[in-house]
């Protein structure tokens, strides 16, 4: 990796998982990932030099926030986290996570075939009802969609009156490329800035390990959209890989290899995060 992280440095999507015999997993679920405990997370971090994460609830917790709340609470300076909920949730529930240090709710669209990919996501429609009161705690809401479903969705993300931050890039096959409709409705969000995106997840577009050069014109293409309305994150510890479970590490170099501009990495690492999760100034 060529050059150091800046100050306030955020891997803005990261997973925490179990101890299982304490947070147990949800029933059904799609996978059943490997214990990754708080600890083990904070040593990526210090080990890569970020200062900052944000912890996104997984869908194999369903809706069962409790270890991720449990990890904002044993780091409240530190960590920031996104969650996931919809009918169940109330206005007091909201606002003790926020207090907890919560900033978002994901919205899971990823589909194959027509079909919800992953068990126990909570979909836009369940969370709508809910977005005045993301709008009064100055939340946003995350997107775990194949951007080439954003087009149908226009009108519904058209009404949300909150940030809409777009997972992985969108998670288009990189053979299907960047003049793809979907990834261009992407492009037009990010660069009116009514969208953010994630320039995570290089591996999960079909790429070859483990340098992912074909994802590489996406990266580029939101970069010239809009520097100011993308973040990044390691996607630790890389649930559910569509390939070899990458090298963190590795991620990380190839961003920077991508991303050369100083001023540019100081915002998707640092200056973006700090406003998007309500981080203080670094």
């Known amino acids: 990796m060529s050059g150091a992280l800046p100050r306030g440095a955020c891997d803005c999507h990261c997973h925490v998982f179990g101890p299982a015999a304490r947070f147990p997993y949800a029933e059904p679920r799609s996978y059943t990932p490997a214990d990754a405990p708080l600890a083990a997370y904070l040593a990526m971090l210090d080990r ?19 270890a991720m709340l449990d990890a904002l609470t044993r780091e409240p ?14 206005a ?52 775990w969609i194949d951007a080439r479903d954003l087009p149908a969705m226009a009108g519904a993300l058209a009404r949300v ?16 490329g960047t003049h793809n409709p979907g990834f261009q409705a992407l492009l037009r969000g990010v660069g009116e800035g009514r969208l953010w995106a994630k320039l995570s997840g290089t591996y999960r ?7 992912y050069g074909e994802a590489r014109p996406f990266h580029d293409a939101l970069l010239a959209a809009n520097p100011r309305n993308l973040v990044w ?50």
Do not use: C
Not at 48 to 66: E, K, T
Not at 205 to 211: E, Q, S, W
């Open 92 to 143: 007091a529930t909201l606002k003790a996570w926020h207090a907890a240090g919560v900033r978002g709710l994901r919205a899971n669209e990823f589909r194959r075939d027509g079909k919800p990919y992953y068990q126990n996501g909570v979909g836009l429609q369940e969370i709508e009802p809910l977005l005045p009161l993301l709008a009064d705690l100055g939340w946003h809401l995350q997107l």
């Open 233 to 282: 994150g390691t996607d630790w510890p890389h649930p559910r890989p569509e390939g070899p479970v990458p090298d963190t590490a590795h991620l990380l170099a190839v961003l920077f290899d991508w991303t050369r501009d100083p001023a540019q990495r100081q915002a998707i690492l640092t200056d973006n995060p700090a406003r998007l999760y309500d981080f203080p100034s670094a």
């Open 77 to 90: 300076q530190r960590l920031r986290g996104v969650a996931v909920g919809g009918a169940e949730l109330t």
């Open 161 to 176: 009156p909150v940030p809409v931050v777009v997972d992985h890039m969108g998670r288009l096959e990189h053979h299907l």
């Open 48 to 66: 890569l030099g970020f200062d900052r994460g944000v912890l996104v609830q997984p869908s194999a917790y369903g809706r069962d926030n409790r």
């Open 205 to 211: 577009l079909g790429a070859t390990p483990p340098d």
